[in-house]
């Protein structure tokens, strides 16, 4: 669906290994968020990186828009810092499901993967509800046993959202 990233031919036990960090990987991220330490969320990311969250529709057409793009940390930093101290938001609870990760590539240097999401908010007064779903897109930056996001692209499965998405994926 993204250019580059294509499964690639792996051993099985690369791949297991790769998928096991990158499931440790995402129940840390996914803790970090779950648990409102926002201003923590840049640090799962590289300096350089990308983060993108588009519609699939987007996606498929090589459309490089996205309702939330930014390059580098310190876009992430400015972006957690406005959620954290500015909420102009109804308080809520989020929680992340990551599941079904894929192995596309992996080698000494980084590790390419495909993994399906879910996101799930309650708002304090309401019931819980499906605010997105989607593909992970994932290229990882390997610094011994420690993985940093390089590129996320989040592409969710409908063009109607809620107009209230503010929180990471």
């Known amino acids: 669906m993204l250019p580059g990233f294509d499964k690639k031919p792996i051993e099985h036990a690369q791949a297991l290994v790769a998928r096991a960090a990158v499931e440790d990987f995402h129940a840390e991220y996914c803790a970090a968020l779950d648990s409102g330490d926002i201003e ?37 930093r400015d972006r957690a810092v406005a959620i954290a101290r500015t909420q102009m938001f109804a308080p809520r609870q989020m929680l992340h499901f990551v599941s079904n990760v894929r192995i596309l590539d992996a080698n000494d240097e980084e590790i390419v993967a495909q993994s399906n999401y879910m996101l799930l908010q309650t708002l304090v ?4 509800t499906l605010h997105q779903a989607g593909r ?3 290229r990882f930056a390997r610094n011994g046993n420690v993985l940093l996001l390089k590129e996320r692209q989040a592409v969710y499965d409908t063009a109607v959202i809620a107009n209230d998405l503010a929180y990471p994926v």
Not at 45 to 70: I, S, W
Not at 125 to 128: K, L, Q, R
């Open 40 to 76: 923590r969320w840049p640090e799962f990311f590289t300096d350089t990186c990308l983060y993108r969250v588009t519609e699939v529709e987007n996606a498929v057409n090589g459309l490089p828009v996205g309702l939330v793009y930014a390059e580098g940390r310190g876009m992430l």
């Open 125 to 128: 007064e309401g019931a819980t």
């Open 136 to 138: 992970l897109f994932d």
